[in-house]
């Protein structure tokens, strides 16, 4: 009787032994797997990084050798992803989420030497808008031979990158015939109406704060005051 009782408890030993061998063997595998699972989790739940050309809500509307113009749009509530700056830029500000911006304009040189990743978010309740002018060179060394010919004030912005000019028209005021030496971007800063003419008479309307138009090196255009109350202009220049 004792014998025949061993046996089944002697199998069942065995079978015990066995399943813990292969719990065991199971335990040591998952062990090996695991650290691989939870990096390739990490990796994919981590936040993106691209280019600034590349990040979406900076979308290029234009571009000239190496000059980018930018329309960066940014929604209430919303962040851009992690996006690179490694070029100089020039920022004309149309509306932050608090409100209009009045297209004040500030430089930012730095990126071409120190490049920084960041985001930009918008707490509201506005859309914040930029429109941006990117410089892809190395920018111009020296004393600044290429101003250009027509205007009637020095500019807000010099650099080795760009060239800056604000200008505030009255009702009906028209700028002098003015030839810049670089490619040039004439943004609407303000709301009303602004008419910007090539010397062949060919015009540009913009027609609210963020309208916007190139004119080529060498090409001769007037700025106009269109509309009804008084209106501000940034001409900006990419020196290349």
């Known amino acids: 009787m004792t014998k025949i009782a061993t046996k089944p408890l002697l199998k069942t030993s065995s079978g015990l032994l066995l399943a813990v061998l292969v719990l065991t063997a199971l335990d040591i595998s998952l062990d090996k797997v695991n650290p691989v699972i939870t990096a390739q989790e990490n990796a994919l739940s981590g936040e993106k990084v691209v280019h600034l050309l590349q990040e979406p809500r900076h979308r290029t509307v234009h571009r000239a050798g190496g000059l980018f113009l930018l329309d960066v749009q940014v929604n209430p509530g919303?962040?851009?992803?992690?996006?690179?700056?490694?070029?100089?830029?020039?920022?004309?500000?149309?509306?932050?989420?608090?409100?209009?911006?009045?297209?004040?304009?500030?430089?930012?040189?730095?990126?071409?030497?120190?490049?920084?990743?960041?985001?930009?978010?918008?707490?509201?309740?506005?859309?914040?808008?930029?429109?941006?002018?990117?410089?892809?060179?190395?920018?111009v060394a020296g004393e600044p031979t290429d101003r250009p010919s027509g205007m009637s004030s020095n500019p807000d912005i010099e650099n080795s990158w760009f060239r800056s000019y604000r200008i505030e028209l009255d009702p009906g005021e028209e700028t002098l015939l003015q030839t810049h030496?670089?490619?040039?971007?004439?943004?609407?800063?303000?709301?009303?109406?602004?008419?910007?003419?090539?010397?062949?008479?060919?015009?540009?309307?913009?027609?609210?704060?963020?309208?916007?138009?190139?004119?080529?090196?060498?090409?001769?255009?007037t700025i106009q005051n269109r509309g009804q109350t008084s209106v501000a202009v940034a001409i900006n220049e990419g020196r290349e």
Do not use: C, K
Request: net charge negative; hydrophobic share 35%.
């Open 78 to 139: 919303d962040e851009s992803f992690q996006h690179i700056h490694d070029q100089a830029i020039l920022l004309t500000s149309i509306s932050s989420g608090a409100g209009p911006s009045n297209g004040t304009v500030r430089a930012i040189t730095d990126y071409a030497t120190t490049p920084l990743t960041h985001n930009v978010s918008n707490g509201g309740p506005g859309l914040l808008r930029i429109i941006a002018l990117v410089n892809a060179g190395n920018g």
């Open 181 to 221: 030496r670089n490619s040039t971007v004439i943004i609407q800063g303000t709301q009303g109406t602004v008419h910007v003419t090539r010397e062949d008479g060919i015009t540009a309307e913009l027609d609210m704060a963020g309208d916007w138009a190139w004119r080529d090196a060498n090409s001769p255009f």
